[in-house]
């Protein structure tokens, strides 16, 4: 927090941002847990009825909080008094002189602002609360971003009514009759539905992608009180939202991705599924399959004497290889791959699902739990992972800020033999499903042009021998492809 954005100490509290020590308020200690971090404590910097600054102590455990992480069981207290109970996601992170600084929006009702205006109530401040929740929940919401929500609202409430009506219509057919006739209905229905919320995306990106954070967090806000309750009858919509592993984009969320798409509790549900996984970056995620099962099958054919050694950094379900190797299964005994994840339930799922092709293939497998927060503080993984000929990290990097990317990128470049190539997988800047995601999933990622990821790979050291951007068919997941000078002689 600049000294430029804090209210000296005999300011009005007159800003959307309340610092603490400007309005004497004392310590307001916050707690949390993360799914991955366990049990977080600090202290409060600033607040608004939507928002924190926390400052934490990076000792004990907050880095590395990654941008978009969801924090659980967060309580915020001063004196005693409970300001504020639920969860939260965290949307900015900034290391500093042993401190981590956390920007986090609150997903519950917000900062019980009356506990403050009765501390502050002989100074007069209450009335100044009263009108800023007031503010933050109403005026800061534009009218044609209500009426945007309000007609979709409408839209969508029709139509679950519809489609719950003819479901129960079925309940007397039996069970096979039934089916064939929801599947009927739902080729039938989905296409104008995905098209109108289509239509929805293109309106919903014209009127917030002006906005600086302030403005996006008050209609953010808004938008889940009105919509959110819709879009969870999508089972992958619903799992970005309630994040049960911390964050959105876990390894079955990509399940989801590869397998089939009408999935849902009822005819509706089955609907927004196909459309949640039809939308640019769902079918982006989908195509990270080819793209990378190419180049891993172009390198194997450039290797003809010996095994070919890759790394997986984030492996997620690994989808990627299974894919390979049912298509190509005498790839596999010239492949020999350390699959690197932090998350138990994604290696246990690799280690199942790549057996049997370890047994018809010849494949040689090494999954590895790891945390990212180790990969970070890592100099060089040369010695953890042996050197590679390919490292590849498909969306990890999504979700590192920028000093995060470019300590990662650095220690995964020293496992690059000499010849050997680092390619790192990021969101285009111009994703145009990015506010879908942000807006209707809370699903927050770094997005980044060519020419920043295109640095990233030039600060690289030793100087790489060719630093290039490459994409997947839709463009919007770019790919940082960097290849490392071979010996000299």
Known sequence: MSESTRLPVNARLRARRIPADAARLGAVRVRARHAQLGALAGVVRDLSVHGLALELDAEAGAAPLLHGDRLEEVSVELDGQLLYAGRALVRRVHEAD????VGVELEEAGVDLGTLQRHEARRGFGERFVGLERQLRLEEVRPEFKAFVADLSSWLAA???FLDAEERALSGEDRLTREETLRDYLDRVAPRIIERLEEARVELS????????????????????????????????????EKPLGYAGDYEMM?????DHAEGETLFGRALNLYGTSELAARANIN???FLGERIAALVAATPDRRVRLASIGCGPARELSTLLQQRPELGRRLDVALVDQ?????????RTLAPLVQQTGLHVEPIRESIRRLLVARSLTAALGARDLVYSAGLFDYLGDRGFGVLAQALYTA???GGRLLIGNVAHDNPSRFTMEYYSEWFLHHRTRDELAAFGRALAPTPAEVSIEAEPTGVNLFLSVRRAPEPG
Do not use: Q, W
Request: hydrophobic share 45%.
């Open 98 to 101: 042993g401190l981590v600084l």
């Open 159 to 161: 139509t679950r009514e």
């Open 206 to 241: 014209s009127l917030v992608a002006g906005f600086k954070e302030a403005e996006h967090a008050a209609h953010r806000a808004y938008c889940r009180r009105h919509l959110h309750g819709f879009f969870a009858a999508s089972p992958f919509m619903r799992r970005a939202l």
């Open 255 to 259: 399940n989801m991705l590869y397998r």
């Open 288 to 290: 990270r399959l080819a």
């Open 343 to 351: 998350e138990e339930r994604s290696i246990a799922f690799c280690e």
């Open 416 to 418: 690059v033999v000499p």
